[in-house]
């Protein structure tokens, strides 16, 4: 029953916008860290943003700093990646996971989320 859903993937063309959304259900939302992820063809998975379980802290890969922003409005149980200034480069899946507990300042060890969503598939394509 716990889980994480993403959604507002899609194809958009280079140089567009969108939204990402991860919604949770089953645990209490506002006591967990959520990280977004992804993964491109043939390429290791690597973190992208995360977000403490307050709202308070934010952390961006380089390669999205400036680009794309994190958020999250714990009484929607939701957290958003705007994501602007898409590139070819920014093509692939894109997780949302959750994690609580110890935090060792690593913003993008897996281990530390336990909860991960299904993914949503995110094209930049001309």
């Known amino acids: 029953q716990l889980q994480l859903v993403e959604s507002g993937g899609g194809l958009v063309q280079p140089g567009g916008s969108l939204r990402l959304s991860c919604t949770a259900s089953?645990?209490?939302?506002?006591?967990?860290?959520i990280g977004w992820f992804r993964q491109a063809p043939g390429k290791e998975r690597e973190g992208v943003s995360c977000?403490?379980?307050?709202?308070?802290?934010?952390h961006y890969a380089e390669s999205v700093r400036g680009r794309f922003t994190i958020s999250r409005d714990n009484a929607k149980n939701t957290v958003y990646l705007q994501m602007s200034s898409l590139e070819i480069e920014d093509t692939g899946v894109y997780y949302c996971?959750?994690?609580?507990?110890?935090?060792?300042?690593?913003?993008?060890?897996?281990?530390?989320?336990?909860?991960w969503g299904q993914g949503t598939q995110v094209t930049v394509s001309s």
């Open positions: 977000i403490s379980s307050s709202g308070g802290s934010t």
């Open positions: 996971a959750a994690g609580r507990g110890y935090y060792s300042g690593k913003y993008y060890n897996e281990a530390y989320y336990s909860l």
């Open positions: 089953g645990f209490t939302f506002d006591l967990y860290a």
